[in-house]
């Protein structure tokens, strides 16, 4: 039987899974509160290092190739808005002819009709009744929404963890977060004055921060006075690297990141470290106290602080509901368990499994948090796991999904 889906989040995941309910006959909207790949566009400039053979599905080039769109080179390294204009405008296209996307609209709140939070604990009976949510437009205008099944595909991008020691904000950091870059800059673009002949201090220890450092190196080769300071939590080799690693972009970066920490008199590394406190100087500057593990308190003056820190799950969106969340993640708790036991072994990401729809089960039923939200604080999501997990959550609900 056809049912309502409310899929919130027209990023990647989003659109492949309205597509997907599309066609099994699902009645479905499809809620953004930016623009299509609003958060993509954000990183645009960066070049994925896997190619569209692992980011696209067989059901996507379909609808590319039927509006006319050319095919794509499936070995190919696409850029992020490469991505974005050559793939997910036409998914959002293809939903848009359905009159089933909503733009500029937040979802607010999720509840559900005639029951509060604390009914029906535990039990399939809160299914009874549908899903009820709060929306708001960019004008302010409220109004309701319901539903009978509810994907969370609104990721983690953009709600960025703190700089502080134990994940709470480094003391000063709240009233500085305008002056903060969340986000990989564009260094060698739109961003390139901002960048030129500065002290900037990178904070992270992740794919995004040595792609950052890697961008302000190519910055230093051509503007004089260009420094990097970086601070990590790890220590002097922060980046394991895959043997064989059948993805050599990634290995570049990983091996640059071991050697920055350890022997590039181009950057100022601190390991082990975490931010005290930053404040703002008479001069426009920054003025970062950190520390050391073990060692006394280092001041250093900065033009710039990137926190490429990684990002977690925004859940007030469903505290009206009843999700079961890890303790450490803040995913969902089955999912949770699974990555945390296949963390020990080890390896690489790109050999990770979906898990099936059993993994994606909450307390409340029909509610499913898909894609990167899904794995919480856990950075290691592929698109090609959301697509695995839209696949198990339409085939249980009942629709028929074109493989992915």
Request: charged share 25%; with cysteine; hydrophobic share 40%.
């Amino acid at each position: 039987m056809p049912r309502h889906l409310v899929i919130i989040g027209a990023g990647p995941i989003g659109l492949e899974a309205a597509v997907r309910a599309l066609d099994a006959g699902h009645r479905v909207t499809l809620i953004e509160r930016d623009r299509v790949a609003a958060n993509v566009r954000r990183w645009g400039h960066v070049r994925f290092f896997s190619p569209w053979s692992m980011n696209v599905s067989d059901r996507g080039r379909e609808i590319c190739a039927a509006a006319g769109h050319d095919a794509l080179d499936l070995d190919a390294f696409p850029t992020g808005f490469e991505f974005a204009d050559a793939y997910l405008e036409p998914l959002a296209a293809h939903v848009r002819t359905h009159g089933a996307l909503l733009e500029g609209v937040s979802v607010t709140s999720i509840g559900r009709r005639e029951q509060l939070k604390g009914h029906n604990v535990g039990s399939d009976d809160r299914a009874r009744t549908g899903f009820h949510l709060h929306l708001q437009d960019a004008s302010g205008a409220e109004r309701y929404l319901d539903a009978d099944v509810v994907l969370d595909c609104s990721g983690t991008f953009g709600n960025p963890n703190y700089l502080g020691p134990g994940g709470v904000p480094a003391l000063g950091e709240r009233a500085l977060r305008d002056r903060i870059c969340w986000v990989i800059p564009d260094i060698l673009g739109d961003d390139h004055d901002d960048f030129a002949g500065r002290t900037t201090m990178v904070v992270g220890a992740g794919y995004s921060a040595i792609t950052t450092l890697n961008l302000l190196l190519e910055l230093g080769n051509q503007a004089v006075g260009t420094h990097i300071v970086w601070v990590t939590r790890a220590g002097d080799a922060p980046y394991d690297r895959v043997a064989d690693d059948p993805l050599p972009e990634r290995d570049r970066l990983a091996a640059l990141g071991n050697r920055l920490a350890t022997e590039d008199d181009n950057v100022d590394y601190f390991g082990d470290a975490w931010i005290e406190s930053l404040h703002a100087t008479n001069d426009g500057r920054i003025r970062v106290r950190l520390r050391e593990d073990g060692d006394p308190t280092v001041e250093v003056v900065v033009d710039n602080v990137v926190a490429n820190v990684g990002y977690r799950p925004d859940t007030d969106l469903y505290r009206e509901l009843q999700v079961h969340q890890c303790y450490a993640s803040d995913g969902p708790m089955k999912l949770a368990a699974k990555l945390l036991a296949e963390s020990g072994a080890g390896g690489d990401c790109l050999q990770q499994t979906s898990g099936g729809v059993e993994v994606l089960f909450n307390p409340e039923p029909d509610f499913y948090i898909l894609g990167s939200k899904s794995y919480g604080r856990n950075s290691a999501f592929l698109l090609r796991i959301g697509l695995e997990q839209i696949d198990a959550v339409l085939e249980h609900i009942g629709g028929e999904p074109a493989s992915a």
